[in-house]
Structures are given as structure tokens and as C-alpha cells.
């Protein structure tokens, strides 16, 4: 049998437009989203920083017998986000399977986050350091290495802020990195939910790869949710972006317990105002703030 040939899509687009562009690759690429942010510029030579920040998303498809009318709904898609900005003629590629398997892997490799953490793919390892903390996260082709600002900011927070023992809820879990992380840092229970089933699968594989099934359950949907409890989490983190960040603030709060810590990741700078607004509305205040490129990630309480 022939190896299955993939089709690679490539845009460069806008921080600004990352978030919906990569969700359009997500819906109909079907083979992973890679997101690529450009070189550090380096004033002490000279360099300005870009008048437009901007980075390159990949997308991988299939060539089945339905990939023809998903290819077209994905230019379609592109097309109407180029009558808000200006943005290139998106890229086509033919490639074979293991190109592809190749392609998307080899931009996953080994991170060091905070203190401890160590995120790593299955087939890229790195010699752990004494008092690592080693995640093994195999995203499939969900969102969630550890790479892009909002996981990085999610998860140092998290290692800030879980205590032995504590409940922690992931809204929006994806690969299951957050809450993988959190149950290696101690938390006694940890409830993720997530809407994407492909998410789900791909989180729950990574609960049972890292050994945590124990302590992390992972369950289809948002919130609220029959699974938690108002005021049980003493820790929540939540890095989906600013839309439902802001619609879900209530029962963010809700789930909350007394005093405890809400870690909100995935938005983008400009539409920092009404996220805030949202959480103040909900009774909760920003603590902390992070800035990365055009990405924002808070700690409320």
C-alpha cells in the first residue's frame, strides 16, 4: 500500500490574527497546528523590533476523499480574515506521510519551564537535572507543549502557586499539559474539562502516559459542570482565550474556592480591557500580569 500523501498549508499572519487563524487550521487541517514565532531582534546590534509582529502557522491535511472540500472551506475561511488585515496567498505543499510525521515533530523538542519543570515529547527526551519534574506530553492534535507564551506562563504559575494537596481545575484542557503538571506538583485532585473530543483523547492518553490517572480526571465539556463543586478548586487555571475567558468569568469565579488563585492565559493584549473588566464584574482582581509578544497571561483573586 502507498504511503498516504499529506498536504502542508503554510500562512504567515499577525499576532493579532494567530488565534483565529490557528483555530481555522485546527477545525479543517486535521493534522496538527504549528505555530512559528520569528528570531529574537537584538537592539545591541542595531535591530528594531518588527513594526508588525507576525508568525508562521503550518497545518497538515490528509489527502483522503473528503480532504478537496476541506481544503477549499480552509481558503474560504483564510480569505474572510484577509478582509479584516492584509495577509499572503496561503502556501500549499504535497508531502508524504513520514515527511509530515517528521515536519510537526521536529519543532517539539525538550523545554525547561520555571524552576523544575521539565516538558518533553516521547521520541525527543533530555537528561533530566536532580529535582526535575518531567512531563511527557504527546499533543496529538490538541493544543499544548509548553512552547507557545500562554502554556509557558500557565505553567510557571502553576508551579508558583500548587501546594501539596490542592484541588486544581483546568478549563479548557487540551493535551492535558496543565493538568498533568499540576498533579506532578503535588495537587491532591485535578479536574480538567475540554469541549474538542480529539482534545480529550489526546489529554487522557497523556494522564496515563505520565502516570497521574490517579489524580487527574479529564471530562468532556466547560463550565459548569456536574463534575465541580462551587468553591472546590484551590487553584484554577484557565488558558482557552479572551472571548470565553470573559463569558466564562462567573462560574470561574464560582469554582473558586475563598482566596485561592485563578491563572487566565490566552489573550491577547489589546483585548486585555474587557477580559479585566469581565473578572471585576465577577469579583475577582488582576495580582499578577505577563506580558509576551501580543500575549497576556493574569493571576486573580
Known amino acids: 500500500m502507498p504511503p498516504k500523501r499529506w498536504l502542508e498549508l503554510k500562512i504567515e499572519v499577525p499576532f493579532e490574527y494567530v488565534e483565529p487563524v490557528a483555530e481555522l487550521f485546527h477545525a479543517y487541517g486535521k493534522g496538527g497546528v504549528v505555530i512559528e514565532h520569528p528570531g529574537i531582534w537584538n537592539p545591541d546590534e542595531g535591530e528594531a523590533p518588527p513594526e508588525r509582529p507576525s508568525a508562521i502557522l503550518r497545518t497538515y491535511m490528509p489527502q483522503t476523499p473528503a480532504f478537496r472540500s476541506k481544503r477549499e472551506l480552509l481558503h474560504i475561511g483564510v480569505a474572510l480574515i484577509a478582509k479584516l488585515t492584509a495577509l499572503p496567498e496561503l502556501e500549499e505543499r504535497e508531502i508524504a506521510e513520514d515527511e509530515w510525521e517528521a515536519a510537526w515533530k521536529a519543532h517539539f523538542t525538550p523545554l525547561r519551564v520555571g524552576d523544575h519543570l521539565l516538558v518533553q515529547p516521547p521520541w525527543h527526551t533530555a537528561e533530566p537535572e536532580p529535582g526535575d519534574i518531567v512531563i511527557e506530553i504527546d499533543p496529538g492534535l490538541a493544543f499544548g507543549t509548553g512552547h507557545h507564551p500562554t502554556t509557558h506562563r500557565a505553567l510557571e504559575a502553576l508551579e508558583r502557586h500548587v501546594i501539596p494537596g490542592a484541588s486544581v481545575l483546568d478549563v479548557g484542557a487540551g493535551s ?102 469581565a473578572f471585576a464584574d465577577a469579583g475577582l482582581a488582576v495580582r499578577e500580569s505577563f506580558e509576551d509578544d501580543d500575549w497576556l497571561a493574569l493571576v486573580l483573586r
Open 176 to 277: 492535558g499539559i496543565l493538568s498533568v503538571a499540576a498533579a506532578k506538583l503535588g495537587a491532591g485532585k485535578v479536574i480538567g474539562v475540554e469541549i474538542d473530543r480529539i482534545a480529550l483523547k489526546a489529554g487522557r492518553s497523556n494522564v496515563r502516559a505520565n502516570h497521574v490517572s490517579g489524580t487527574v480526571r479529564l471530562y468532556a465539556g466547560s463550565l459548569p459542570s456536574e463534575h465541580v463543586e462551587p468553591a472546590w478548586a484551590d487553584v484554577v487555571v484557565a488558558n482557552v482565550n479572551a472571548i470565553v475567558l470573559a463569558a466564562l468569568a462567573p462560574e470561574l469565579r464560582r469554582a473558586l474556592a475563598p482566596g485561592g488563585p485563578l491563572i487566565a492565559a490566552g489573550i491577547l493584549v489589546d483585548r486585555r480591557g474587557p477580559v479585566e473588566q
